[in-house]
């Protein structure tokens, strides 16, 4: 990958974060969900906080590029981890970051509640790219903040 070689990954818990971390990867979230996708919507959730939230962080120097979150079971979907607010910055797309990410983020998950499925509420747009990475369909399309997503579930190996 061009330019790879000063892009740095790091998972960590909301307490390990530094402020110009924090601070990045929420300057991210919201150009691209809110902004990009014009949605307003409770970015700030509480979900961030949980003790056993791990947010998964791609840095280029100190700009996060990437980033996404694993979410512990029954915090976003009863009895099943989580992964979400999966996104790219624009100036970093169409690098192949999208799928190293929620390999990442998967392997993380994979880590801390092996042998459990992962859920996912992903945008329908999405759903083949999450279809390619091992999720499958698992309701009908559904609205969340005036945006259509699906609910996927990625079965354990």
């Excluded at 056993?52 to 009895?79: C, M, N, W």
Aim: proline share 6%; glycine share 6%.
């Amino acid at each position: 990958m061009h330019g790879a070689d000063n892009m740095q990954w790091q998972v960590n818990v909301f307490d390990e974060l530094d402020s110009y971390t924090l601070y990045s990867l929420l300057q991210l979230r919201v150009d691209v969900f809110v902004v990009e996708q014009n949605c307003p919507y409770p970015e700030l959730d509480d979900k961030d906080l949980h003790p056993q939230t791990r947010h998964v962080i791609l840095k280029k120097g100190e700009k996060v590029i990437a980033y996404s979150r694993v979410l512990a079971p029954g915090v976003s979907f009863d009895g099943f981890p989580g992964v979400g607010r999966v996104c790219v910055s624009q100036t970093a797309r169409r690098l192949g970051l999208g799928q190293v990410l929620v390999e990442k983020t998967l392997s993380v998950a994979a880590e801390l509640w092996p042998d459990t499925d992962i859920h996912i509420s992903a945008q329908c747009y999405l759903q083949q790219f999450y279809q390619d990475l091992g999720f499958k369909p698992a309701s009908e399309p559904y609205l969340e903040d005036d945006i259509p997503h699906l609910k996927m579930i990625k079965p354990v190996q």
